[in-house]
């Protein structure tokens, strides 16, 4: 049975999915839960996701949720799909490396750059008015996080090392809103390698693809 995958066509959080269906080349169904309109919070959804967020996937029955950790099943469940976007917990050594840029991800990139996103773009959206200098403080950490970026990039090609991994993806859906509020940290060329990843991550044909919204698949191979 296709896969289903329940969101929001352009929310951050099903696009991160997506992006990793795409890579793989995985067929979904694409179930739109409309966040205009609070479908998130509908009862029948919150069986589903009891904490009334997108996105949601369903394989065959088998229900999970938490975007970072849907990308994790798809690349264990398809590990014979081409690309392997995480090293085997049998690479000890690798296994440790991805796990730690993992959580430089969600700590010194998602976590100021979601707060500024919140504040200057998510609220206005809802009519609410958002705190410019909490977005200015985090954005600022965010600065001061992406020099460290830039040294770990200089000596390897990715977060984790040598090739792409999902923690390399995951930047995709925030980073690509940052130029929205202002923020062009990562292209605009004051750290060369952190603008040479971002380059490569964004060309990606998986992201090319999804960035513009998330579309049905279900009748594609
Ligand atoms: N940590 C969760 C965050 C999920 C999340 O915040 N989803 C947003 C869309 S990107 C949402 O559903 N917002 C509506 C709400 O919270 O009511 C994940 O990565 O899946």
Redesign the pocket.
């Known amino acids: 049975m296709v896969l289903k995958l329940y969101?929001?066509a352009t929310?951050?959080?099903?696009l991160?999915v997506a992006i990793v269906l795409h890579e793989k080349n995985i067929p979904y169904e694409f179930h739109t839960?409309d966040?205009t309109k609070?479908e998130?919070?509908a009862p029948a959804f919150l069986e589903k996701h009891p904490?009334?967020?997108?996105?949601y996937l369903d394989d065959d029955g088998y229900g999970i949720?938490?975007?970072?950790a849907?990308c994790r099943y798809l690349d264990a469940k398809y590990e014979g799909r081409n690309p392997c976007l995480a090293p085997s917990p049998s690479d000890i050594q690798a296994y440790g490396l991805f796990e730690q840029a993992a959580s430089v991800e969600a700590s010194n990139f998602y976590k100021p750059l979601i707060s500024a996103l919140v504040e200057k773009l998510f609220k206005p959206m809802r009519g609410v008015k958002g705190n410019d200098e909490v977005a200015a403080g985090e954005l600022q950490t965010l600065q001061r996080n992406l020099d460290a970026y830039e040294k770990i990039l200089s000596k390897q090609k990715y977060l984790a090392g040598d090739e792409a991994t999902l923690v390399d993806l995951f930047h995709l859906p925030e980073g690509a809103s940052a130029p929205l509020i202002g923020f062009n940290g990562l292209e605009d060329g004051q750290r060369p390698s952190v603008a040479r990843w971002w380059k490569e991550l964004t060309s990606r044909p998986a992201w090319v693809a999804v960035k513009n919204g998330v579309k049905d698949l279900s009748a594609s191979s």
């Open positions: 969101g929001y929310a951050p959080c099903t991160r839960i966040l609070g998130q919070k904490f009334g967020q997108t996105p949720y938490e975007s970072r849907i």
